[in-house]
């Protein structure tokens, strides 16, 4: 019987807790807050360009004669008119002796005619004529040497050579291909972007270049050059840039991807967490006091978790940063804390209650 009664009495006493549980009313969500914060965004242009030589000339056989000799192997650093090889020219050494004979005896010639002409030994006609003869043994001789300096190819300016195809020894003909020059000490950057953001590109902007060879390196530069016309076809218009290549990282030919900056500004951003949506439009809940209030804004680009705010809020703005999907516009809430992560006590019986219980 003592058992029986026992159990009735902590029944009754369940009851009488789930009763005075259920008088507290629901209870108030716990979220957490920040203020809005002033963030730097900028609009970025990406591309993919080629990387170009910032000089770059194939030397070619100027005749058709046999390779003397070569003065350069695969790879080498050239300077600008070092010699590149040497073409036979054993005729042509002997034409400008020749040539050079004729020279000298024209030009005594026409001395002694000169000196004649004073004395009045000499007619006119006869120094004009020998004046001539002068002139063209003169021409022949010049011609000699200019054919000689066509049989040796030089460097027309510093750089790399490619790799090395002939031999000495080898005849070859009037435009066959030596060898190619690349000064890569800067490398031009061409790449194509639409013309919708044209506006946004002036030269002497900063541009970040990456290769997949050097995945980590970023290469920097700067837009030298904006074609003035734009592709037809591509509706595209074709950009330069140069970058700094001292160190000889870039080749000609690479695959580069380009990251322009355009339109920077600090401006209000909120978390993402923070932005509810309806539809097309995008709210946050404002911190006013003990209760949320739901405040539409306008939002522009996401940068690493953060939302531009265009229009709607003003930074040191409180906002509820997480949990937004269990509080509604006007409701009361908790804002995590040392002192607000706690349930809210109880608020005390008036006097009457409490004589009347």
């Known amino acids: 019987m003592r058992i029986t009664i026992l159990a009735m009495a902590a029944l009754l006493a369940g009851c009488s807790g789930d009763a005075s549980d ?41 005749v058709t004669e046999r390779i003397e000799s070569l003065s350069f192997d695969d790879g080498d650093f050239v300077t600008r008119g070092q010699r590149i090889a040497t073409l036979r020219r ?65 460097a027309p300016f510093a750089g790399y050579v490619s790799l090395r195809n002939i031999s000495a020894g080898a005849v070859i003909s009037a435009g066959t291909e030596i060898v190619t020059i690349s000064d890569i000490s800067q490398i031009k950057l061409d790449f194509a972007v639409p013309e919708t953001v044209l506006s946004q590109l002036e030269v002497g902007q900063s541009i970040e270049a990456r290769s997949a060879a050097f995945p980590e390196m970023p290469f920097r530069g700067t837009i030298s050059v904006i074609d003035a016309v734009i592709n037809p076809q591509t509706r595209a218009v074709t950009v330069r840039a140069v970058l700094p290549n001292s160190d000889a990282r870039l080749r000609p030919g690479m695959l580069l991807t380009v990251s322009i900056e355009s339109a920077a500004r600090t401006v209000p951003a909120v978390p993402e967490l923070a932005i509810v949506g309806e539809g097309n439009q995008s709210f946050v809940f404002v911190v006013d006091g003990e209760n949320a209030r739901r405040v539409p804004i306008r939002t522009g680009l996401r940068q690493n ?17 997480e949990g937004v999907v269990k509080i509604t516009d006007g409701q009361a809430i908790r804002i995590a804390g040392t002192q607000n992560a706690q349930p809210r006590p109880k608020a005390a019986e008036p006097a009457a209650n409490k004589a009347g219980g």
């Open 90 to 154: 054993g005729q042509e050494v002997g034409a400008l002796a020749e040539a050079n004979a004729r020279q000298r005896e024209a030009q005594q010639q026409l001395s002694r005619i000169g000196e004649l002409r004073e004395r009045g030994f000499a007619t006119r006609s006869a120094l004009d004529s020998q004046t001539a003869l002068a002139g063209q043994a003169s021409a022949q001789a010049q011609q000699a040497r200019a054919a000689i300096s066509d049989r040796i190819v030089v």
């Open 305 to 321: 978790g953060m939302v531009e705010v265009v229009e709607g809020l003003r930074p040191g703005q409180r906002i509820v940063t």
């Open 22 to 62: 259920g008088a507290r009313g629901p209870t108030i969500p716990l979220v957490s807050a920040a203020a809005v914060e002033s963030v730097r965004f900028v609009d970025r242009i990406e591309a993919v360009g080629t990387a170009r030589a910032n000089e770059q000339v194939t030397l070619t056989a100027p």
